[in-house]
């Protein structure tokens, strides 16, 4: 089993719908989280950060449910220049920072 | 600000043939990432530097992987000799310390180099 896991894409949605991707991580020594986005043949950039009390920018709401080991995002909106890849992803403090990325949901907004 | 920089940006080359790819991170950056993502799948760690020290190379498969960042500014991330299931894009990144420590340090990546090995 993977550390950490997304939804299977992909996601085709119509412009100005919400769309939501799951994740769920099994290290219980998972002590942050991040979503990174990731356009086709580019590489992956952070999008936001996750806290526990769940976080917004702008469209895009995070949130973490450390009891369950689980991550969404949530896009409101949605816009044309969201379609990528998702990438969701735990940081392991006691592996000395490292991040563990899930396959990524790969989200396709259609006109 | 120049982000991270990686070449050869495409490689395409035949089984058994050696390969060598490099990285100049940002600058001031002291902690270096090479990363494998395989198609449909998210970027894995390779090895991580600290500086010119290799902190973290468990997942490197060592028996054909190498890597080096000897002034502990760029870095090459070799395959002697390189096989079909190779072929991946590597990725490089960096942060100015450990992601984590002090503060989220965020990774920053460069485009990759897409390994075809035929």
């Known amino acids: 089993r993977k550390e950490v896991e997304q939804d299977p894409g992909p996601f085709n949605v119509p412009e100005g719908a919400t769309v939501a991707f799951n994740c769920t991580y099994s290290?219980?020594?998972?002590?942050?989280f991040f979503w990174y986005r990731q356009d086709c043949r580019k590489e992956p950039k952070l999008l936001m950060s996750v806290y526990s009390s769940g976080n917004e920018d702008g469209r895009f709401t995070a949130q973490l449910n450390r009891a369950s080991q689980y991550i969404s995002l949530l896009i409101r909106d949605s816009k044309l220049s969201d379609s990528a890849t998702y990438l969701c992803v735990a940081l392991i403090y006691n592996q000395g920072g490292k991040l563990i990325f899930g396959q990524g949901t790969e989200l396709s907004v259609k006109p | 600000e120049a982000g991270v920089v990686q070449s050869p940006r495409y490689k395409i080359i035949e089984k058994k043939q050696p390969v060598a790819f490099w990285c100049n991170p940002i600058s001031g950056h002291n902690t270096l990432y090479w990363y494998l993502q395989n198609l449909g799948q998210g970027p894995e760690l390779l090895i991580r530097?600290?500086?010119?020290?290799?902190?973290?190379d468990s997942q490197l498969p060592k028996d054909r992987f190498s890597a080096e960042r000897l002034k502990g500014v760029d870095s090459t991330l070799k395959i002697q000799p390189a096989e079909l299931g190779d072929s991946a894009v590597y990725l490089c990144a960096s942060s100015l310390g450990p992601t984590g420590s002090g503060g989220i340090n965020e990774q920053f990546f460069g485009p990759g180099t897409r390994l075809t090995v035929l």
């Open positions: 290290n219980s020594a998972s002590q942050s």
């Open positions: 530097y600290e500086n010119e020290e290799a902190v973290d």
